[in-house]
């Protein structure tokens, strides 16, 4: 099993959830104690994707698809949940290992209480870390907002001993990742004391008795407050405490002068002085601490598999972990295929039966407002959850690994666009084109518009056999029967077509080409049929 060698190495897991706040926040820490909050925006521009570009992101609403599954605890388990469906895996070892793990979080309930437990902790405190993390600390003021990130940063490590055994591969690098932080000096210093010393911040284990060092103090006032009165009383108290010697007045002045000096350092100078000399280069060394920035994924990461056990748990729809394998070319089956986006909000969801294999090319047909774009979204919203080893909404699937997945939607060009939309729309399908091999899902809503009728044939066709060539799977919404019954006449691709009864939609695709159009009844639908405009030019008098 590669499932400890199959997580994100370490500079990509620092990376993501320490320095990238380092950097740019991707994490905002909350104003006026609020809790943490992800910015999804900054972590697509931060990390593109090397299987589903950024356009293909957001024309599948790939944040409605993460808002919708979302039952985090944390600003850091959302923003790895995110990760996982905008960064799908490609290894099918480590999308089993995850499911493996989904299967004994949802087979022990011990084992859930005790992560939501834990997660709930760390998010109560995650804010401070943040804070700490996108220099939000003020100099003046950083005492409180410190201690809470050391005592955030220090309960991580707590968290294997306070569980039940684990047993699953997965489970276990996590928690391995736990335990190599517990044991490293970092963590040495956010749970125990922290020393300034010639070679930089240590911890206590790192000091001898010998090494010169000053201890970091994380509050304004230390024990040597009482010195300054102590002295000033001395004169007073002395006498009274049965001492004959006497003391001297210059005592009184003397403790006072101490007193006031002592109140000026701990409230003006001792809170920047600590900030520049500690408390920053602690930040910088939890920036660059291999072991700290994958505990705090390993975190991310233990949130991300409770939020799809509960989400799975909490919908009334059916669901299952999906048979993944990595094939030569892609494949996707599913029995009682369900978009997850409109099962956040809807109970009476259609289910479809879909079959992308050994097809090539599937034509899908049927006038609009049928459910053909809701399909195509429902296949590749469940293709990011099954390769991110996530529970998809299905009865039974089986899902073939894609190394890229392309939605192209029709674009209208700007005013920038010397080619109009033929050009603009034939850029972005020539870009989808050349990164696409055999394991590839490609979905095309209409190809080559913008031009003649003859000419959208000839290029439509001449690029879907192109597509037919390399042999992934591309599935083509169209209105264009002429080009489907090219295709079936010579044997290639499967067609659907959007089934209607009664004039209505039943959302449900079946085999076959849809010939019949329905612009008139939607033209009546929305008052813009003939009737309606020759009403309309009658009442004004047009003639």
Known sequence: MKSLSSLPQTDEARDFLVAANERQT????????????????????????????????RVIQV?????AVDRTQSATGAAVLLRSLIRPSTDPAF???????????????????????FLSEFSRREGALYRFF?????????????QKARRCAAGIARLPHS??????????????????????????????????????????????FFTPKRRFVPRRFTRWIAAGPAVAAAPHVLPYLGFDAPASSAMTVLGLVWTGLYLFYAMFLKPVRDTENVI????????ADDAFGLALDAVGRLDELLSIDTWAGELPHATVLPEVKDGSRHFFTARGLKNPVLAAFQTDIVPNDVSLVDAGLTFITGPNSGGKTTVCKSVVHNQLLAQMGSYVLAEEAAVGIADRIAYQAPAFDGLQDAEGRFGTELARTRDIFF??????????????????????????????????????????????????????????GQALRVEFRGGEPTYRLVPGVSRVSHAVRIAERIHFSAEDRRRYLKDKGYG
Not at 97 to 110: C, F, N, R
């Open 26 to 57: 991707l994490i905002r820490h909350g104003e006026n104690r609020k809790p943490p909050s992800l910015l999804p925006e900054t972590l697509l521009k931060l990390y593109p994707s090397p299987v589903i570009d950024g356009e293909t992101l």
């Open 163 to 208: 569980f039940p055994t684990v047993r699953t591969p997965y489970l276990r690098a996590l928690m391995s990742r736990l335990d190599a932080y517990r044991a490293s000096p970092l963590h040495s210093m956010m749970e125990g004391a922290v020393f300034r010393t010639f070679a930089g911040l240590r911890p206590k284990s790192e000091v001898g």
């Open 95 to 117: 999308i089993s290992a995850k499911q493996e793990a989904l299967g004994e979080i949802a087979s022990s309930e011990t084992l859930r209480r005790a992560l939501s437990g």
């Open 134 to 146: 996108n220099k939000g600390i003020f100099a003046s003021f950083p005492y409180r907002d410190i």
């Open 63 to 67: 944040l409605q698809l993460h808002r």
């Open 435 to 492: 990164s696409t091999g055999p394991k590839s899902l490609v979905i095309l809503d209409e190809l080559a518009e913008g031009t003649t009728h003859e000419e959208k044939l000839r290029e439509s066709y001449g690029i879907l056999s192109d597509f037919h060539t390399i042999g992934n799977n591309t599935v083509l919404v169209t209105h264009n029967h002429a080009l489907v019954d090219r295709f079936a006449q010579e044997g290639r």
């Open 280 to 287: 920053e280069p602690l930040r910088r060394k939890c920036v």
